[in-house]
């Protein structure tokens, strides 16, 4: 930091060749040609307006090419919990090129600590020593080492300031390994609780065959009533980096973006044994503009889920063989559920994470802005 002016956020919104922007997700944009000389890096920071920690949440950066649009990167910070404020990516000079590093950098003191480690004057000064927590994750590899080629903005979560910092050039980052704490499939079959997010990489490789995703349910017992038959339908909606919907593959469309993803069909009853309707995905063919797929289950008869015992996903391999599986352990008398989601991470491999959100919807349309959400 060379002076305050150097802080850009949502309050003072432009420094040299770096600006802040507000929409449905805030950006920072920088004009690469036009950054001082002296700046050797170009830091974005994520911290939640309310003060609350990221516990549960998944703020997702993506790198844009501003002259096309077109996505360059992104990340995820993994298995968030009592961070308050998240170093989240940098864009760096090396070679008299620039680059793109995840970072994943969590802290407990706020943005206060982030503002205080890089020179910034707060005017409360955080509760705490300013020293961050651990990582989030481990420093992700750069992007492709070509320069980038014009101003990429980074989508972040709210409130989203910037700062660059002292200009020290940092070295090359190697390789990096799975984040830690993070959970994959190398041992074996993952049970999910509600929020959980699994890897789907084994053996240091990303899962990419084709995986199906089975939704099943029971009707509920009550004392003094016979279980009624209940007809739910699941779906998957598929959606770009901008959280726009691309498709939805459901019981009257059962198959999308040219029989990459397809659906078994309708079960109206929910009875019998085993999955009641299934998803196939193939995750390796499908297009590089699809970077999350949500799975819902819906109602359409009206009936809420306070009816329905045992519902669950489960994720399988082309061998039949369970790889992930997430039961349901609570139900609320609305007519629709986010069960899981899927979200492909700027290294390749996709994060399953367990969802278990109920909403008010009998149909995969009154999904699409739910799962937007959730993504």
């Known amino acids: 930091m060379r002076s305050d002016d150097d802080f850009v956020f949502y309050n003072q919104p432009s420094a040299p060749g770096v600006t802040h922007s507000t929409g ?18 170009v830091v974005v920071t994520a911290s939640l307006d309310s003060g609350a920690t990221f516990a549960g949440t998944e703020p997702t950066a993506t790198v844009r090419d501003a002259a096309t649009n077109a996505v360059l990167a992104t990340f995820t910070p993994p298995q968030l919990g009592t961070e308050t404020a998240l170093l989240v990516v940098e864009l760096y000079r090396r070679n008299d090129a620039w680059k793109v590093r995840a970072v994943g950098q969590g802290y407990a003191n706020g943005l206060g600590g982030i503002a205080s480690d890089f020179g ?42 910037s700062a660059p910092s002292a200009p020290t050039a940092p070295s090359a980052p190697p390789a990096a390994p799975a984040p830690a704490g993070k959970i994959n499939l190398d041992k074996g079959k993952v049970s999910l609780q509600k929020n959980q997010t699994v890897s789907l990489v084994k053996g240091g490789q990303p899962l990419l065959s084709s995986v199906r995703m089975g939704l099943g349910w029971e009707p509920a017992f ?51 044994s085993g999955d009641d309707e299934v998803i196939t995905v193939h995750l390796g063919d499908l297009p590089p503009q699809v970077t999350g797929l949500v799975f819902t289950v819906n109602s359409f008869s009206g009936q809420k889920f306070t009816d329905v015992a045992k519902a669950y996903c489960r994720l399988l391999d082309g061998s039949g063989a369970e790889l992930v599986r997430f039961d349901l352990t ?12 899927f979200v492909r991470q700027f ?21 699409v802005k739910p799962g937007a959400a959730a993504l």
Request: charged letters at 20%.
């Open 24 to 41: 449905a997700a805030d950006s920072i944009t920088v004009e690469t040609g036009a950054v001082p000389a002296d700046i050797a890096k």
């Open 347 to 367: 290294t390749g491999e996709w994060d399953m994470t367990a969802l278990g959100e109920y909403v008010d919807s009998r149909t995969v349309r009154g999904m």
């Open 330 to 341: 609570h139900s609320e008398p609305r007519t629709g559920v986010l069960m899981a989601k």
């Open 222 to 272: 009550r004392a003094g009533r016979r279980p009624q038959d209940i007809d739910l339908d699941a779906s998957v909606i598929a959606y770009d980096a901008n959280r726009k919907k691309i498709d939805s593959c459901y019981f009257g469309k059962l198959a999308i973006l040219g029989g990459v993803i397809q659906h078994s069909g309708d079960n109206l009853t929910g009875e019998g």
């Open 120 to 161: 910034v004057n707060v005017e409360e000064p955080p509760p705490a020593a300013s020293a961050p927590s651990a990582p989030a994750a481990p420093a992700a590899p750069p992007a492709p080492s070509a320069p980038v080629p014009s101003a990429p903005p980074v989508a972040a979560a709210p409130s989203a300031p």
